[in-house]
């Protein structure tokens, strides 16, 4: 925190007025479900961003990311996405949302600090967004509860980067707990917080660096008439949406699409089990069908929805090897997170397997010839006030 006031002063001349901080996360299931209106368990993690914020007396937003030296110098009447204003932009949408809302603003001051870079897939942006919103919101003492805003951010998304809105994102850094997962449903944006209890487990997450390989067109599967179709197969059961388990059924309302299609959609539908399923494992601390689940979800990311390769999978494997002495007891799982092409994966081990984790990322690299980035994680809280000048 001490470093952020110290780069914020040192930029703008003056302290700010407030800082606050959010996590970033990883999605531990459901990623791709968001857009058929289906559950996403995602986890917020102790890998925090910042965003300092100070009044001023015109018309100008200053922008400052201290990580990679980025300065803007922007006019508030300037509302629309440019290129060249970068992680700015953020900025800016949020501003756009509090508009449609019926707020104006003075211009202000706004540092973003993280140590970890957008581009990592860890939510860092949506992090970032979420922090600013909320800095803002207490800066001019905006009144709102969660939904408004959750609103502000999704308005101020479309409006700017016309781009779809993930509310699992925006969840869980705004709203998640310690020591806890969220369960974001997005056919209504409301969450739901399920407690984390496994004790002597370590969490780690690894970006492996592995060069993603665009193979087909996300839009062949994230279209209305996809959605139409999952929705005609959804079914209620002790309040829980499912998806029609009829073989025959799901063949004949998918029979008219592509085979890759076909079975990316058929991945979700078993996706939207598998959440149900790890929701209750971790509401009754059942560690054993926890780690089940999630390597079965990495397999349905392999084999149906056609995400991972071969580097991956061979990293998700040697996890998985770890409990190979003490079978059938199971805890060590590992999978691929992250949307779209993913080059990131998750582990959840026992502590005493961390240095062998370790060992098994130096044989990744001389095998593959990539060198991953490693986390060790805690889940964390949603964001938060650290420091706020008394007015």
């Known amino acids: 925190m001490e470093k952020v006031i110290e780069v914020h002063t040192e930029e703008f001349g003056s302290q700010p007025e407030i800082v606050v901080t959010a996590p970033s996360k990883f999605d531990i299931i459901g990623e791709h479900s968001s857009f058929f209106d289906d559950k996403t368990l995602s986890m917020a993690i102790d890998l925090p961003v910042y965003v300092a914020l100070s009044k001023r007396t015109d018309n100008l937003l200053r922008f400052f990311y ?6 803007k110098k922007i006019p508030l009447s300037i509302t629309k996405h440019r290129k060249e204003d970068k992680l700015a932009n953020i900025v800016k949408a949020v501003i756009a949302g509090y508009a449609i809302e019926g707020y104006s603003f003075s211009g202000f001051d706004v540092t973003f600090f993280s140590e970890i870079s957008p581009s990592v897939e860890f939510g860092i942006t949506s992090a970032l967004k979420s922090a600013t919103a909320f800095a803002i919101k207490k800066l001019f003492k905006i009144r709102g509860n969660d939904s408004f805003l959750l609103r502000v951010i999704e308005n101020g998304d479309k409006q700017l980067f016309n781009s779809e809105f ?9 709203f998640a707990k310690k020591n806890s997962c969220i369960v974001t449903d997005s056919s209504d944006n409301s969450y739901q917080i399920v407690p984390f209890k496994f004790e002597g487990m370590s969490i780690i997450l690894t970006d492996t660096k592995v060069p993603r390989a665009t193979m087909w067109s996300e839009t062949s599967l994230y279209s209305e008439e996809n959605k139409e179709l999952m929705l005609s197969l959804k079914r209620k059961r002790n309040s829980q949406t499912i998806y029609e388990d009829s073989i025959s059924e799901i063949n004949d309302v998918l029979c008219n699409l592509s085979e890759e299609v076909r079975r990316r959609l058929i991945c979700i539908m078993k996706e939207n089990q598998n959440l149900i399923d790890a929701v209750d494992a971790l509401k009754n601390s059942n560690l054993h069908n926890f780690a089940k689940i999630v ?3 990495h397999e349905l990311m392999r084999d149906l929805f056609m995400i991972s390769c071969p580097e991956i999978d061979w990293l998700v494997k040697r996890v998985q090897e770890f409990d190979q002495n003490s079978l059938p007891a199971l805890f060590s799982c590992s999978r691929i997170t992250g949307r ?3 080059r990131c994966t998750y582990s959840i081990i026992k502590d005493e397997y961390v240095d062998s984790y370790m060992q098994k990322l130096q044989d990744f690299e001389r095998i593959f010839g990539f060198h991953p980035t490693t986390y060790i994680v805690r889940p964390s809280a949603g964001a938060s006030i650290i420091k706020e000048l008394d007015k």
């Open 66 to 71: 201290y990580q990679q030296k980025e300065r």
């Open 166 to 174: 993930y509310s699992s994102d925006i969840n869980t850094s705004l």
């Open 295 to 297: 390597n079965k979800s």
């Open 340 to 342: 779209g092409f993913a």
